[in-house]
């Protein structure tokens, strides 16, 4: 690769998980793509469940058939309510079986993740990989100039900013976010347990937020734990030992015996969504687009939907001789992505302030919820094939 620019169908700039697919999505239907992003180390020990049609894609990718015996398949997903007020609600139970599915999804840890997306991007003659931050976008009348920190450059018709909640290509396109910090943090962790999960994820509602259990392969799970930011700075600062303890009671001791593995990462909460996903050239994918607190596994799952989406409307707008960044293509992506992000976002959040607040006159309304959920199949099945896949994209 010499420094004179290069010119490409699509850029996708980024290259975490939605990155990727969006960038293999595309070359894969025959764009010819760049994709700039720095080729990071996959220390940390996190994880991601993948639901419905996140797994679909991945497998129509080429990715998945590599990776899934590093998962863990999801076939139950239990709530409890463990707020300890006055009216709470009772536990609900869904079963993948109940809609006639093996799995809801899959739970494996990113590193897995990541590397297996690495290794087939790197098999895709249309993609190519600049392995360098972006330093600059300029949007012009026919395509985008990207300029990379080592001073190489490259121009695109359509960018593709998978650059995270600090996005680069968000701010070229002047693009504002509509911003809500959260009085939470989520402290992440694994642990190995003396009993088995038996596909069985566990979702412990508490005063400041979920407590998540999550199958990992063997008698291991991921933890997420939703508290107020002093206590999960609190938490993180226990020794292995007073952890282990921590998270056994905070189960219940439902899995037995819990030893904390290496590893903890600790991020605030907020929720983010832009005013537009799509605008002058660039159309935004995964953190860029959406910011969500880790409730139902929707966050990565939303951002893999990004890339589907984008990667089809493209490639289609190219195979018909049209312009993939032409306003009229960006406007459908937009119109594609909004409900199903709007309406995530929104559930997320409505399900979140229940949580948190202690109201008695909204014990009883969020009681009866759960109660209905829990005791008419009907409303159940279809709240599990809702939180799979939008009734939209059926």
Known sequence: MTDASVSFDAAVIGGGPAGLAAAIALAGAGV???????????????????????????????????CKDKAAALEVMRLVDDTGRLIRAPEVRFSCHEIDLEAFGYNIDNRSLMLTLEERAAELPEL?????????????????????????????????????????????AGIAVDRRDLTQSALTFNVAHARPHRNVSTEFHTPHG????????????????????????????????????????????????????????LFPLAIERPQSFARDRIALVGEAAHVVPPIGAQGLNLGLRD?????KIASEAIAAGRDPGAPEVLGRYDWARRPDILSRTFMIDIANRSLLNDFLLLQPVRAVGMHLLGAIGPLRRFAMREGLTPTWRR
């Open 210 to 265: 979920p407590c998540v259990f999550v199958p990992l392969p063997g008698n291991r799970s991921s933890i997420v734990w939703v508290a107020a930011p002093s206590e999960a700075e609190r938490l993180r600062a226990l020794t292995d030992e007073e952890l282990s303890a921590a998270i056994e009671k905070q189960s219940h001791s439902i899995l037995g015996r819990m030893t904390v593995e290496p590893g903890r990462n």
């Open 32 to 66: 010819r793509t760049a994709l700039v992003a720095r080729r990071m180390p996959y220390a940390d020990n996190r994880t991601t469940a993948l639901l419905g049609a996140s797994v679909d894609l991945l497998e129509g990718l080429g990715v998945w058939s590599r």
């Open 128 to 172: 190519v990989r600049f392995d360098d931050d972006a330093e600059s976008v300029v949007i012009g009348a026919d395509d985008v100039a990207v300029r990379t920190a080592s001073g190489r450059f490259l121009t695109a018709r359509l960018v593709v900013g998978a650059d995270g909640r600090h996005s680069l290509c968000r701010e070229a």
């Open 307 to 311: 890339a589907a989406d984008i990667a």
